[in-house]
């Protein structure tokens, strides 16, 4: 069974246009697109990479990124003005 994260995320409308999502608890992570849903859709891809970075160099991910597999919520912030 895969690994399930419970990942804080920040999404930031950018004054030039489109949207950036990144982490608090993960600095490495950085998406954006050009709509919201756009940033969204590419969130899973951004995880996968900085988990894959992490286990290249050894590094455990922070213990609170970790969660049950029955629960399955989606939790983001929206920043920015």
Do not use: N, W
């Not at 690994?3 to 004054?15: A, C, S």
């Not at 990144?22 to 859709?41: K, M, Q, R």
């Not at 990479?49 to 922070?62: I, N, T």
Request: hydrophobic share 40%.
């Amino acid at each position: 069974m895969a690994d399930i994260y419970k990942v804080p995320l920040v999404l930031t409308h950018q004054p030039e246009g489109g949207y950036t999502v990144t982490s608090p608890l993960l600095p490495e992570l950085v998406t954006e697109g050009d709509t919201v849903d756009e940033a969204l859709a590419h969130i899973q891809d951004a995880v996968c990479a900085v988990v894959e970075l992490y286990e290249d160099l050894g590094k455990p991910l922070p213990a609170s990124l970790r969660q049950s597999p029955c629960q399955m919520d989606t939790f983001f912030r929206l920043g920015g003005s």
